[in-house]
């Protein structure tokens, strides 16, 4: 299993959410995203940006599809900006941050692809009345593309979060240890003076006093006098 950094997760985010963003923009600018052929002859370029054909095709329920674009565009706007905040650290990199971003990142994804889908079949109700043909040029392509962008995202965003529950509990248990260590050492304060006896009785000394006794110092010197004595009587 490829194991990818954090730094690497967030700058694919990052360029990933820009190049959407830069694709939907260039959708709002090219209008040609289909091109519509009617019974005279007539050829016209639509896209669910513009505001047209009301004479040729009433678009009816095509508003729905220009809003969801325009919330589209505003989620992802905001979801852009938030990965670069992020990736400068602007704001905390918290495991809330990447669970928002991964819900922002498949949101935007889901509402962009359910919008287009809807166009989409607006455009076949209105070939079987309004036109007989439509060709889609390859704008809508790339719509597919931010789709998929946006799915990549959401899914390192939750790689992300994952790991950033991972070391939370680490840091958890880190903290325990130490918590359980300093509470199992003994401290200073409970340290206590036991005593073993009376202190008033002085212990014996080792140094043993020389008796000072006449009595004693006569007996034993008196076996030296006496082998004095005899060697004189030899």
Request: hydrophobic share 45%; aromatic share 12%; charged share 15%.
């Amino acid at each position: 299993m490829v194991h990818l950094s954090t730094k690497i997760i967030q700058t694919t985010n990052t360029i990933l959410s820009s190049l959407a963003l830069i694709l939907s923009v260039i959708g709002i600018i090219e209008d040609k995203w289909v091109e519509l052929n009617f019974e005279t002859g007539e050829t016209i370029s639509h896209s669910p940006w513009m505001v047209c054909c009301t004479t040729l095709w009433p678009e009816g329920d095509l508003e729905v599809v220009r809003t969801m674009m325009i919330l589209t565009l505003i989620l992802s706007f905001h979801f852009n900006l938030i990965l670069g905040m992020e990736f400068t650290e602007i704001i905390p990199q918290t495991k809330y941050i990447h669970l928002f971003t991964a819900f922002l990142s498949f949101l935007t994804g889901i509402l962009l692809l359910s919008a287009f889908l809807y166009y989409h079949h607006k455009l076949k109700q209105g070939q079987a009345t309004y036109f007989f043909r439509y060709k889609l040029t390859w704008i809508p392509f790339t719509v597919y593309i931010n789709v998929i962008f946006y799915i990549i995202c959401g899914i390192f965003s939750l790689l992300h979060f994952k790991r950033s529950i991972k070391s939370f509990a680490c840091l958890n248990t880190i903290h325990e240890s130490v918590r359980e260590r300093s509470h199992g050492m003994p401290s200073g304060k409970s340290i206590k003076v036991i005593s073993t006896g009376n202190p008033t009785v002085m212990p014996r000394s080792i140094v043993h006093a020389h008796s000072v006794n006449p009595k004693e110092d006569a007996v034993i010197k008196s076996p030296t006098v006496q082998a004095r004595r005899v060697t004189w009587a030899l």
